[in-house]
């Protein structure tokens, strides 16, 4: 069992940065691919970004490619999303998601989740 707890949520300005936070507990962490997903209001849950289990290989929907960065530490059982430049369209809730045995953007494969933070980005 992996247990996730998002935080750093926040309402920023458009341009602004906001990294998140997803602490992770669990044996089976390191071995997890973790994914960042948003839901934004009135909109299916995306894919936003995701890193295997080494955080050697990382991924990232178009929309956020070149502003995001996902990275995470092991030993501290912590995956971060760096957000630059953000824009209004980036206002939704935030959640991490862990998968064991599974490296793509299919949230259906993901068997963790938390519980979401939210990010609200003003124009």
């Known amino acids: 069992q992996v247990q996730l707890v998002e935080s750093g949520g926040g309402l920023v300005q458009a341009g602004d940065s906001l990294t998140l936070s997803c602490a992770a507990e669990?044996?089976?962490?390191?071995?997890?691919?973790v994914g960042w997903f948003h839901r934004a209001p009135g909109k299916e849950r995306e894919f936003v970004a995701g890193v295997d289990h080494s955080g050697g290989y990382t991924y990232y929907a178009d929309a956020v490619k070149g502003r995001f960065t996902i990275s995470r530490n092991n030993a501290k059982n912590t995956v971060y999303l760096q957000m630059n430049r953000l824009t209004p369209e980036d206002t939704a809730v935030y959640y991490c998601a862990a998968a064991m045995g599974y490296y793509g953007t299919d949230s259906r494969m993901y068997s963790y989740w938390g519980q979401g933070t939210q990010v609200t980005v003003s124009s």
């Open positions: 669990g044996r089976t962490f390191s071995s997890c691919t």
